[in-house]
């Protein structure tokens, strides 16, 4: 059994939000896939629970009349990989998330559970980077509207504050029009596995020369982190070889890999630059560009 | 802790039970008989507790109870048909992918569940891995369960 002591099963995004107001230890619970599992090992950090399972309206993902892109936050990761909507604008979602644990917990995991867990593993967290998605959160003041740059604080940590309602994830239609996007999860086993290095790129072209380069990593730092000196060093430059290497080159300068129990720093550092080279190259192509 | 109604139905049967909130689905559909979802692990790895919720594989173990009010549950138990094996079942014993048997139930509801997923579509042998790799087994080295699973959907040519 687990050591649940409080449990609200909301009935609308308001009694949630109320519900989070009104206690401060209170946690919300989606598809429960890392909350359970804190449970189960004996947290004391989720013993107030507030269900968020009954808000169908949290599960829609969509295109709204601006052209944005909405993923609900309690969209399961399987809901995500096979939604037209995804597939077609911002695949790079669904392949990222498609790398999550297995079909089961594919099943129940949501992105919003990914993203507020702050796990600096998560594996949607590149592909929201690149795409700069933003997040609509409500709380009992009111809606506001915080962007993935900058949501994660630390190991572990948000932005997000007691009370604090993730409703869907929103990216603008300049953050994926014309984008060519790959994300690579480099780990251990080939399935079931957290990653050692979570890459992603986004790709925007100018002819044959790359206009803007986004490069996205997990478990390079302490929290997933987009690269700036290796996106400067991408403006402008020919689709060859020699720009894949300078890339490589510069992303040392973004990124922070510590020795751990899966990698060493030095490994971790070597995955690190080649996949900046193979995840670049991909996502070029994918925008339609060829390498010489 | 507080109890709350719910209503299910289990391999087509009807039932209103008071589960106390603090359940998982794996330990309630135990109690109710149900003992072919195994408890392995107890966090969501292992597979063994693998059961259909509204056609859908979940994990039992990391399953609150209450998620399943109003829903249809399925498990092994209900697969076999007036004492007739299921596809499935039957493709399991012929192809000899069932040793202890702990993993057996929580298999076969994945690979119920895979198939209906991919009725009429080949599938590749990839395909069968990664549909099955949240199930782990102990004594087969798996070769003799994607055979079974081999045997019951339409395998495209070699990738
Ligand atoms: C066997 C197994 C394998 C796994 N493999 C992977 C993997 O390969 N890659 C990976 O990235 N993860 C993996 N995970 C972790 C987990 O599945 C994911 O992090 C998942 O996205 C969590 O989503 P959830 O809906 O289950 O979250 P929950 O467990 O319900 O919640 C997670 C956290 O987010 C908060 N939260 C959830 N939704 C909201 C919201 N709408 N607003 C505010 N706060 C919210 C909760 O309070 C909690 O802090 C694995 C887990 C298991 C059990
Ligand atoms: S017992 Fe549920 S996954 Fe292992
Ligand atoms: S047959 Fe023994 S665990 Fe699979």
Not at chain 1, 160 to 181: M, Q, S, T
Not at chain 1, 234 to 259: C, N, S, Y
Not at chain 2, 37 to 49: D, I, L, P, R, S
Request: hydrophobic letters at 40%.
């Amino acid at each position: 059994m687990f050591p649940i002591e409080k449990y609200h099963m909301a009935e609308s995004i308001q009694d949630a939000v109320r519900a989070l107001a009104e206690d401060e230890k209170a946690r919300v619970i989606a598809g429960g896939t890392d909350v359970l599992i804190r449970l189960h090992e004996g947290h004391g950090d989720y013993r107030n629970l507030v269900d968020i399972n009954n808000l169908d309206e949290l599960r829609e993902i969509r295109m709204d009349e601006q052209g944005n892109v909405i993923i609900g936050a309690l969209a399961s990761f399987t809901n995500i990989i096979e939604h037209e909507v995804v597939r077609a604008h911002v695949p790079v979602i669904g392949e990222a998330v498609n790398t999550v644990g297995g079909p089961q917990v594919r099943n129940r995991g949501t992105m919003g559970g990914n993203i507020c867990n702050g796990a600096v593993s998560a594996d949607s967290a590149c592909a929201a980077l690149v795409h700069e998605v933003d997040l609509v959160i409500e709380n009992a003041e009111g809606e506001r509207v915080e962007s993935i740059i900058g949501f994660h604080t630390g190991p572990g940590r948000v932005s997000l504050k007691p009370g604090d309602l993730l409703k869907h994830f929103r990216v603008r239609p300049e953050n994926y029009r014309d984008f060519g996007a790959c994300y690579y999860k480099y780990a251990m086993r080939e399935a079931m596995d957290i990653a050692t290095i979570g890459c992603a790129a986004a790709v925007k072209l100018d002819g044959e020369t790359i206009s803007e380069l986004r490069l996205a990593y997990t478990v390079s730092a302490p929290t997933p982190i987009r690269c700036a000196t290796a996106e400067q060093a991408a403006k402008g430059k020919p689709l060859t070889a020699a720009t894949l290497a300078e890339i490589a080159q510069a992303v040392e300068a973004d990124v922070k890999p510590r020795t751990s129990w899966r990698a060493s720093m030095e490994f971790r550092l070597h995955v690190i630059r080649t996949l900046a080279q193979r995840v670049t190259r991909q996502a070029a192509e994918r925008a339609g560009g060829t390498f010489k | 802790m507080k109890k709350q109604t719910i209503n299910l139905t289990v391999n087509g049967k009807e039932f209103t039970l008071d589960v106390d909130v603090r359940k998982s689905l794996a330990d309630v559909l135990r109690e109710q008989g149900f003992t072919s979802v195994k408890q392995g692990c107890g966090v969501g790895e292992c597979g063994a507790c693998t059961v259909l919720v509204d056609d859908v594989a979940v994990d039992s173990c990391i399953f609150l109870a209450m998620w399943a009010n109003g829903k249809k549950v399925r498990t092994t138990e209900g697969e076999c048909k007036n004492g007739k094996l299921s596809p499935v079942q039957q493709a399991y014993v012929e192809a000899g992918a069932v040793q202890c048997g702990f993993c057996t139930p929580g298999l076969i509801m994945t690979t119920t569940s895979f198939l209906e997923r991919n009725k009429g579509r080949k599938v590749t042998r990839e395909e069968i891995r990664k549909g099955h790799a949240g199930n782990l087994c102990r004594c087969t080295g798996y070769e003799t369960i994607v055979k079974a699973v081999e045997s019951v959907v339409e395998v495209a040519e070699e990738e």
